[in-house]
């Protein structure tokens, strides 16, 4: 039987990823550690499992008594508002992160990364492979996370190649569903939460910037598979995505049409606001036959918009207001 450890599994993403773990009878203990500056407790709080360890802590500052046989990094914001407040904070939970994690992971043992398509920056070419190296400013206002998610896939792969960690890298694209949080800073959420309360939905620029948006089921399934899956001998990342490339107007005007009423107003462009972003998933149906991504946004954004109704947040953020 297994010990499993997942960074940030309070998460939007990571909590997901732990209903799942929890359907697997090979782990005796499955470590949650979760500083909760994004993700809230309240995202796993519906599990009844003697297995499942929550731990409130800063990934880097994690320590145990044991090592674990897999372990899983996501213990990272992902809302570009948070990483681009908190640069420092970003890069050392990505990074220094992983190199606590390394520590901790069993010899013979497996680590997985979320890392992200912001590894590929604003891209030059359309779709995106995983061969792709990249156009990222340095010094640009999203290279905290950019950067962070490029260093730490740079550590795992070295630690692959020089000591041969079974090393497990998802580049997810835009995901969107249930547990986001409605301050989260994304577009799904913030055009939601504007539409429930009453306000318009702000697009950035023209909003013909395009994104390519993966409902957490369909992402969450890709990345199930990708890092349970034995006998795997692929050295590199893996794009995790939906391939459905749609506008950010093209998404506040459906997610306004849900909620009558709604207007939408655009102000300045993001700062290095990328222009497209599209996976290549040639690699990921190859390694992952039979996955796609099966939840068209028509019906992904009606689900994530129950879901913050049924919750009732943004009524009492329209109580507040
Ligand atoms: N966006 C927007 N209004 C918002 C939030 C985001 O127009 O309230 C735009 C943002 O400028 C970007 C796209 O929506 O072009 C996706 O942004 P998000 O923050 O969701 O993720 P990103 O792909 O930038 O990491």
């Known amino acids: 039987m297994k010990k499993l450890l997942l960074a940030g599994g309070a998460g939007f993403i990571g909590s997901h990823l732990v209903d799942r773990l929890l359907k697997r009878n090979d782990l005796d203990m499955l470590v949650v550690v979760d500083s909760l500056w994004t993700g809230r407790a309240e995202n ?30 996501l213990a990272s914001p992902a809302s570009p508002p948070v990483y681009m407040r908190e640069p420092e904070r970003t890069v050392s939970a990505n990074l220094i992160g992983a190199m606590r994690l390394l520590k901790l992971l ?25 061969t792709y190296r990249g156009s990222v400013d340095c010094t640009g206002p999203r290279s905290s996370y950019d950067e962070g998610k490029r260093c730490t896939e740079a550590l795992l792969f070295e630690s692959n190649r020089v000591r041969g960690v079974d090393v497990r890298v ?32 702000v697009v950035h620029g023209d909003g013909l910037q395009t994104r390519s948006w993966g409902y957490v089921d369909d992402i969450v399934d ?100």
Request: glycine share 8%; hydrophobic share 35%; with cysteine.
């Open 44 to 73: 796993i709080d519906h599990i009844r499992d003697q297995r499942l360890v929550l731990v409130r802590s800063e990934v880097e500052n994690f320590k145990s008594d044991f090592q674990f046989d897999e372990i899983f990094h």
């Open 106 to 130: 069993k010899k013979g043992g497996r680590i997985c990364f979320a890392s992200s398509s912001e590894v590929y920056g604003n891209p030059l070419v359309n779709p995106l492979p995983e």
């Open 222 to 321: 890709g990345l199930e598979r990708l890092f349970w899956l034995e006998n795997f001998n692929h050295v590199g990342a893996v794009n995790v995505g939906n391939d459905r490339e749609i506008s950010v107007l093209e998404i506040a005007q459906y997610v306004a049409g849900l909620i009558p009423g709604t207007t939408i107003v655009h102000d300045e462009p993001a700062p290095q606001d990328p222009t497209n972003r599209r996976p290549d998933l040639t690699l990921c149906r190859r390694i992952l036959p039979g996955w796609s991504c099966k939840v068209p946004y028509e019906e992904g954004l009606v689900r994530t918009l129950r879901w913050f109704e049924a919750k009732g947040e943004i009524g009492e953020m329209r109580a507040t207001m």
């Open 170 to 201: 998802a580049r997810i694209f835009n995901v969107y569903g249930p547990r986001t949080r409605a301050d989260d800073g994304r577009a799904v959420s913030n055009f939601i939460a504007n539409a429930l309360s009453g306000k318009p939905i």
